[in-house]
């Protein structure tokens, strides 16, 4: 079994809390390494390796700084096969899914290659007689990131290539339930030439990160995660001073208008519902199907979900691989015993697959809810597995309401074949992220990415061009290059003009 270890000022560190936490094989549900779990001190300590590599990383060229990230991206295309496979063991999700995964987090890096173009300021020439203006764009110092186990690679790369772009040093804490990825990013960035301590990649749970989130010396905290932690890492690090960005938990709705294309939003459906087992934040949850279009959309879900080929991640033709451990898979499946108490018609039932040779592995099948209500917990909370919910709403109003109620509001989709719905939709909806005809809506890494409500905690998304805006701060300045005529001291509140 391996041991992992940290990666701090470019090298390999042993862990030394003496504390380590299981990391598993989700096929074969067998443990693969253990990684160490970061103590207060350790945690400290890659705080003060950050802080002495930032002068000099923050005073590199933006020029040079952007082409640490052109290798960077480089390097990732080399090891694309290697990185989906590590995460695509630890995950579960298959491997394709695990490189789409991937290349939305390059693309991150891509945008970061621009930093020199993002970062520059604002000049005003001539604000009053003789003055000009500008203003810059700084990097912060320290800065944090925290992340899921859905997705090792995409979510650390939403952050940290912006981050270390615009000057900052960053520590990754990444999920302790699928390290090795996040591991390899790290050596990466050193192969492609950052210069050590300018990121470092922290093991741990609890311990590291309330240790982080409170250090004087971390400027910034990203995290992305469930939102009971999301909103206490908010409240606490604002609470210390600390700017923060903190995404949460989702139950995203997509409404099949009656107009629809069938066909296609079945095959939408699929992708968005059981794609990643459903371990995805963007991961549709629920159907809403308007009027008529319940039963069509039930009599063709049902032979589809019952014929998903559900198997080994790394077997090329899986469409489903298993969850992340047996304590998850355990919650889904009580999640659907629930369903049931409450009422909801269980059409497909996925709890009891078994993998032939892979008995031990962290299996379901997909299954398939009809007749849910608002009233529901399987409605109200997230599952996070490959658990769909279908809710019949009598009307477009119904179907409006439905997400917009809902606490969270990360994605939502509408299918429709009529403009006018749609654009309707897309205005009143209260969800951050909308689809048209497109499941999950996404947003590329030159948009920003983050929900509305219980589903985002701070006012800055992650990536895009509000990346550069939170991992930076505005310094505004006013020139004067006097003359000679010496006007002598001003008592008023200067005015320019
Ligand atoms: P999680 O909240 O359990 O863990 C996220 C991170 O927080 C991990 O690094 C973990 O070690 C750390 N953590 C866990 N408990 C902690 C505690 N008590 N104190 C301090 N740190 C703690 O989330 P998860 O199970 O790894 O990921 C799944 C969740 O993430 C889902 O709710 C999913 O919707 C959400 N998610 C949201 C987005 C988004 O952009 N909104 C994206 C991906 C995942």
Redesign the pocket.
């Known amino acids: 079994m391996d041991v992992l270890y940290h990666y701090v000022g470019g090298a390999r560190v042993a862990g030394t809390s003496g504390r380590f936490g299981p990391v598993y094989n989700a096929s074969t549900g067998e443990e693969a390494a253990s990684v160490p779990l970061a103590s207060a001190d350790e945690a400290r300590e890659a705080v003060a390796t950050a802080t002495r590599a930032f002068a000099a990383w923050a005073n590199e060229t933006p020029v040079n700084r952007a082409r640490v990230m052109f290798r960077f991206k480089a390097l990732i295309e080399r090891d694309m096969d290697k990185i989906a496979e590590a995460l695509s063991r630890e995950h579960g999700k298959v491997v394709s899914d695990a490189k789409g995964s991937i290349t939305r987090g390059l693309e991150v890096v891509e945008f970061a290659c621009g930093i020199p173009h993002l970062t520059k300021g604002e000049f005003s020439n001539g604000v009053g007689r003789g003055i000009d203006m500008y203003s810059m764009r700084q990097p912060l110092g320290v800065c944090v990131g925290?992340?899921?186990?859905?997705?090792p690679a995409m979510?650390p790369l939403w952050m940290f290539p912006i981050a270390l772009a615009c000057g900052n040093c960053f520590i990754l804490?990444?999920?302790?339930?699928d390290p090795t990825v996040p591991l390899m990013l790290g050596e990466m960035l050193s192969e492609a030439g950052l210069p050590d301590g300018v990121f470092n990649v922290l093991n741990?749970?609890?311990e590291a990160?309330?240790t982080l989130i409170s250090d004087p010396g971390v400027a910034a905290v990203s995290?992305?995660?469930?939102?009971?932690?999301?909103q206490?890492?908010y409240q606490t690090a604002a609470g210390h001073g600390k700017r923060v960005q903190a995404?949460?938990?989702?139950k995203n709705h997509l409404i099949v208008m009656p107009d629809a294309d069938m066909e296609q939003t079945v095959d939408a459906l699929m992708g968005a519902a059981y794609g990643s087992a459903g371990?995805?934040?963007?991961a549709v949850s629920v159907a809403v199907a308007v009027g008529d279009a319940g039963d069509q959309l039930m009599e063709r879900l049902k032979p589809r979900v019952e014929s998903l080929k559900v198997g080994p991640s790394l077997d090329p033709e899986s469409e489903m691989g298993p969850l992340?451990t047996g304590e998850?898979l355990a919650k889904v499946k009580g999640y659907v015993d629930l369903g049931i108490e409450e009422g909801a018609d269980l059409v497909v039932d996925g709890r009891e697959l078994s993998i032939q040779g892979y008995e031990k592995g962290f299996f379901m099948g997909g299954c398939l809810f009809d007749q849910v209500t608002d009233e529901m917990r399987i409605w109200r909370e997230?599952i996070?597995g490959p658990v769909l919910s279908v809710v019949r709403a009598p009307d477009f109003e119904e179907a409006l309401r439905l997400p917009s109620a809902h606490e969270y509001g990360?994605g939502v989709s509408i299918f429709t074949r009529d403009g006018d719905a749609a654009r309707d939709f897309v205005d009143r909806v209260q969800v951050g992220m909308v689809g048209v005809n497109v499941p999950i809506p996404v947003p590329m890494a030159f948009h920003g990415?983050?929900?509305w409500k219980r589903?985002?905690f701070g006012d800055m998304n992650?990536h895009g061009p509000d990346g550069v805006r939170f991992y930076t701060r505005t310094k505004t300045i006013t020139t004067r290059w006097p003359t000679g005529i010496r006007a002598g001291a001003e008592f008023t509140m200067p005015t320019l003009g």
Do not use: Y
């Not at 804490?173 to 339930?177: I, L, N």
């Not at 995290?223 to 999301?230: L, Q």
């Not at 371990?279 to 963007?282: S, V, Y």
């Open positions: 925290i992340t899921p186990f859905n997705f979510v804490k990444p999920s302790e339930k741990g749970d609890k990160v309330e995290f992305v995660g469930s939102t009971p932690i999301a206490s890492i995404m949460g938990g989702a371990e995805r934040c963007m992340i998850h997230e996070f990360n990415f983050g929900g589903s985002a992650q």
